[in-house]
């Protein structure tokens, strides 16, 4: 069963010059740009998270297109390349005949696993929720 999500008002930090102090309304919303020019999109937050599930794994380019569906080979490359110039994955050319490339999470990019926990428990919750909301306006 999932709980509801509590909400607190949390303020973000920032240190400067080895002083921490709340970040003002026009910092985070910079810092949030800034998060959502990263990991912004359909693709990059999924790609992220099923990498990050299998972190002992070498997933191909193969994979990854066939285990996320309606990801379109153009569009996996495309983020596949901001991920990596991001330092979010790691692409490694493997000396293989024929030759293959893998793709792994980097340190960094587990970073990112707090965010994707939330958007999937939020997710989760507002399905039932929209579910139930579906059933009581059908009765």
């Known amino acids: 069963m ?4 509590l909400h607190e008002t949390i303020m973000a930090k920032i240190i400067e010059n080895g ?7 026009t910092e985070e919303l910079f810092a949030m740009r ?3 020019d990263v990991l912004g999109g359909k693709w990059k937050l999924m790609i992220l998270r099923y990498l990050t599930n299998r972190p002992d794994q ?3 380019f193969k994979k990854l297109e066939r285990s996320i569906e309606g ?7 495309k983020e596949l390349k901001e991920m990596e110039t991001n330092l979010l994955i790691t692409r ?3 000396d293989t005949k024929p030759i293959t490339v893998t793709y792994a999470v980097t340190e960094y990019g587990k970073s990112v696993f707090p965010v994707t926990e939330t958007l999937v428990n939020w997710g989760i919750i507002h399905r039932e929720k929209i579910k139930k909301s579906m059933n009581s306006s059908e009765s």
């Not at 002083?19 to 309304?25: G, L, V, Y």
């Not at 990801?71 to 490359?77: N, R, T």
């Open 34 to 36: 800034d998060s959502l």
């Open 71 to 77: 990801i379109s080979a153009k569009m996996l490359s």
């Open 2 to 5: 999932v709980t509801s999500y």
């Open 19 to 25: 002083i921490k102090r709340e970040a003002s309304c």
């Open 92 to 94: 490694t050319i493997q």
């Open 58 to 60: 070498m997933i191909h």
